[in-house]
């Protein structure tokens, strides 16, 4: 189980709404901002905000641990561009193998791509669940 540290930011009817609490840094400076930090806070964007699923009574502000089982995040990239690159290429080759020019094979490509693009937003990613609050020591898992 991969498990990251979260701060409640709102309640929704199915789970609730987390951000992700980032660490201050690497360590090796001791969290005084070293300049791989600083560099990095260049770039920083807006913290996001997802949804998890959540049996436990909490309240904005609350700092739990989250979790996400191991090889959905893979899956999931999988699914993400793996699945789109191989429909892309097989239908590029197929269109190829059928029609001989660089139109088919484009076509191909862009049907592929397609076909891929409705098969990929069709499923159901694995949503991370709340384990604990962060300094509670029992596991809270949920049914299912």
């Not at 999988?78 to 190829?96: I, T």
Request: proline share 4%.
């Amino acid at each position: 189980m991969l498990e990251q540290t979260a701060e409640v930011v709102r309640s929704a009817a199915d789970g609730i709404w987390v951000r992700a609490v980032e660490p201050s840094g690497c360590g090796t400076c001791g969290g005084h901002g070293c300049a791989s930090r600083r560099i990095a806070e260049l770039f920083q964007r807006k913290p996001r905000q997802f949804l998890v699923d959540c049996d436990l009574s909490l309240s904005p502000g609350d700092r739990v641990v989250i979790g996400i089982a191991r090889g959905s995040v893979l899956r999931s990239a999988a699914r993400a561009y793996g699945l789109p690159l191989g429909l892309m290429l097989a239908g590029a080759l197929l269109a190829q193998a059928l029609v001989p020019g660089d139109a088919a094979a484009l076509g191909g490509l862009l049907i592929g791509g397609a076909v891929a693009w409705l098969i990929a937003r069709g499923g159901r990613a694995a949503r991370p669940v709340v384990l604990r609050r962060e300094n509670d020591n029992t596991i809270h898992m949920r049914k299912g």
